[in-house]
């Protein structure tokens, strides 16, 4: 319940923000520099974010008093008076202490970075260090690996960063790249991202290995969700589905059919058997399948991916 509670808090707070956030690491770092939270009160709020994340038992009367401080200073508000009634200074000594009566985890700033892989709010750098704090709250310098002083020219004060293994930079790693989209920017006339909004634009012409693709997804789609029907019956709805495309798309011919039932069968055997044995509490009704377009599946809703 905190934690959705300090979701809400704060995606409201950033509501209307023309910043994009990777994440709540990120968006929480951003509101305490802009409100000037004390560092105390920061560095509980990342140790209670991490416990979320971990599953470790949870420091509720403690917590809750982190969060009341960080709600009063984003929304300017004062936090209701039952949950500070010894006032501010007890309830940031109190978090600095914290009760090990009541709570067994340790404050993060304690423990130290897990793993090989952490990610940082970038502060500043200079040509050989990359200054910030880690999601744990500590402060970190980062050596600029080898090969990474052109990564010194991405950065902006408060981006986020993924150190891995002391070795690879990765700049703002919860943006996803479309690799395809990021390759058809580079042609032989041409390296722009106006080639990729001309192909966009283009109609794509059918082919053999779309609709074998597609049909596919039908197959999936309907082998999952228990209507799994002979190849037949699935065969002529698709065809029906997409006549038109069908017609104009070279090599339909016996030898897709044979690559279709082969298509079929190879699903059938990874959802009734191969996944129930790799996966033992495999359920098929609870999978959710990626839409990937409406309209090929016929009446069992959109295709999937």
């Not at 707070?13 to 994440?23: C, K, Q, V």
């Not at 990610?119 to 744990?136: A, E, K, L, M, P």
């Not at 960063?161 to 690879?168: E, L």
């Not at 377009?293 to 999937?304: I, N, R």
Request: net charge negative; hydrophobic share 35%; charged share 30%.
């Amino acid at each position: 319940m905190l934690n959705i509670v300090l979701h809400r808090a704060v995606d409201d707070r950033l509501a209307g923000s023309n910043i994009h956030f990777g994440g709540l690491f990120a968006k929480t770092d951003f509101l305490c520099k802009e409100h000037g939270v004390d560092r105390s009160v920061y560095l509980a709020l990342n140790d209670f974010r991490h416990r979320k994340d971990e599953d470790q038992p949870t420091c509720w009367q403690r917590d809750i008093k982190c969060l009341a401080l960080f709600f009063k200073a984003i929304l300017k508000d004062s936090p209701p008076a039952p949950l500070l009634e010894r006032g501010e200074e007890y309830a940031l000594s109190f978090i600095e202490k914290t009760d090990k009566t009541s709570c067994n985890c340790s404050p993060l700033s304690k423990r130290g970075v897990r793993g090989e892989s952490t990610r940082i709010i970038v502060d500043h750098w200079d040509d050989t260090t990359i200054f910030g704090r880690s999601d744990y709250g500590e402060d970190v310098e980062v050596p600029v690996p080898e090969g990474y002083e052109y990564f010194l020219k991405l950065l902006k004060e408060g981006d986020l960063i993924n150190v891995v293994a002391d070795k690879i930079l990765i700049y703002q790693p919860d943006y996803l790249v479309d690799i395809s989209s990021v390759a058809t920017c580079f042609e032989s006339y041409a390296d722009t991202p106006y080639v990729a909004l001309l192909n966009r634009l283009k109609t794509t012409p059918p082919t053999r290995a779309i609709h074998l693709g597609n049909l596919a997804s039908q197959f999936l789609d309907e082998v999952v969700h228990g209507k799994d029907v002979d190849y037949a019956e699935s065969v002529t709805r698709f065809f029906h589905h997409n006549a038109i495309d069908m017609a104009a798309a070279e090599g339909i011919d016996a030898s897709f059919h044979k690559d279709a039932r082969e298509q079929l069968e190879n699903i059938r055997i990874a959802i009734h058997e191969t996944l129930e044995k790799e996966v033992g509490r495999f359920d098929a009704s609870q999978v959710l399948l990626e839409p990937r377009d409406v309209g090929t599946a016929g009446t069992y809703g959109p295709s999937a991916t």
